[in-house]
Nanobody
Framework: QVQLVESGGGLEQPGGSLRLSCAAS????????MGWYRQTPGLERELVAT???????NYGDSVKGRFTISRDNAKNTTYLQMNSLKPEDTAVYYC???????????????WGQGTQVTVSF
């Protein structure tokens, strides 16, 4: 089994910054994609950012230029630096990873438990 543990959420004022971390552990051979998604009540989960093992990144339109995703492959950890936060960034942020558990090409998707980010005065 694989576990994803997120940290770094909390309350921040508009214009401020937060940094989220997500560490993967367990039966891991390799991780292709790691990423962040967010969800607010009544809405679907939306893409925030993803990063491949080679460092190729992809961002949702609403966070481009403000958020930066990075990754430490040796630690199986991904980070999300969130700058210029807006009230509409308020959501539960979930970490996602696509994991190979052995030499086969089969990948398994895993989610973290989520961390709350609230942007408000």
């Amino acid at each position: 089994q694989v576990q994803l543990v997120e940290s770094g959420g909390g309350l921040e004022q508009p214009g401020g910054s937060l940094r989220l971390s997500c560490a993967a552990s367990g039966n891991i051979f390799s991780i292709s994609f790691m990423g962040w998604y967010r969800q607010t009540p009544g809405l679907e989960r939306e893409l925030v950012a993803t990063i491949t093992s080679a460092g190729t990144t992809n961002y949702g339109d609403s966070v481009k230029g403000r958020f930066t995703i990075s990754r430490d492959n040796a630690k199986n950890t991904t980070y999300l630096q969130m700058n210029s936060l807006k009230p509409e960034d308020t959501a539960v942020y979930y970490c996602n990873a696509r994991v190979r558990r052995d030499w086969s090409l089969r990948e398994y998707g895993y989610w973290g438990q989520g961390t709350q980010v609230t942007v408000s005065f």
